[in-house]
């Protein structure tokens, strides 16, 4: 709630996504700052039952406060004409909680943006914006985008496209040793059961394996997305 008052458009000016708030009696004590800055933006501010929030939260114990928002997805050639240096690519990506929770890791490591292709999960769907914990208005998304025109973009904007698969022959590891890692990238994350078949692998520049040292068959999507994010963010910043 408080991310979504205080959105500005993907780091531009176009101000609060909040057009209406619906608060339950306890909420509008308990949250009195937010309401006030609501309904100092112009939000109309609807007082509810217990009983009606939790009917629209669908969640088990809702907070008592419900925001109806503006979409905040930019075109990807905004995106592009930012000069990002770390972009996010979300290829048939379907699971909610997963695809939220790597928007909310890209979030975290200064990501500057992240592409929901147009196989891949709804941003807007109540798991993912749950799951995302505010960061759906920290950073540009792009909704819907099909990826080899995506992956064109980017790389004409500047960024290399590294795919995160399992299966590569290069290691993670290789990469930042040899300094790729510093250039501009946007990672390709595939789905969360399959991966990244090879049409898609085969729109990347490189494909790279996160290492496993352990017993672990694998890494799952967005543990795997934060290892690479990290790393990248790490040899931005030195």
């Excluded at 930012?82 to 996010?88: D, Y």
């Excluded at 979030?107 to 993912?128: L, Q, T």
């Excluded at 995506?150 to 022959?169: C, K, N, T």
């Amino acid at each position: 709630m408080r991310e979504a008052l205080g959105w500005r458009g993907g780091r531009d000016s176009r101000g609060a996504s909040v057009t209406e708030l619906f608060a339950t009696a306890a909420a509008r004590v308990r949250y009195r700052d937010l309401v006030e800055q609501a309904a100092g933006h112009g939000v109309a501010v609807h007082g509810v039952s217990g009983e009606v929030m939790a009917e629209l939260a669908q969640t088990v114990t809702p907070q008592g406060l419900l925001a109806v928002c503006r979409f905040v997805d930019v075109p990807l050639d905004q995106l592009t004409a930012a000069t990002p240096r770390l972009v996010v690519v979300l290829a048939n990506v379907r699971d909610p909680g997963n695809a939220g929770t790597v928007l909310r890791t890209a979030d975290a490591a200064g990501a500057d943006g992240v592409v929901f292709s147009d196989a891949s999960v709804d941003p807007y769907n109540s798991k993912c914006v749950r799951a995302s914990a505010g960061s759906l208005f920290h950073l540009p998304i792009v909704v819907g985008a099909p990826l080899r025109p995506a992956a064109a973009a980017l790389r004409g904007g500047g960024l290399q496209v590294l795919a995160a698969d399992g299966s590569a022959g290069r290691a993670l590891d290789e990469l930042e040793a040899d300094g790729r890692l510093a250039r501009p990238t946007a990672w390709l994350f595939g789905n969360e059961a399959w991966g990244l078949p090879a049409d898609l692998r085969a729109l990347a520049d490189d494909a790279v394996a996160v290492p496993i040292y352990g017993r672990a068959e694998s890494l799952n999507l967005a543990a795997a997305a934060a290892v690479c994010l990290y790393a990248s963010a790490r040899a931005h910043r030195t």
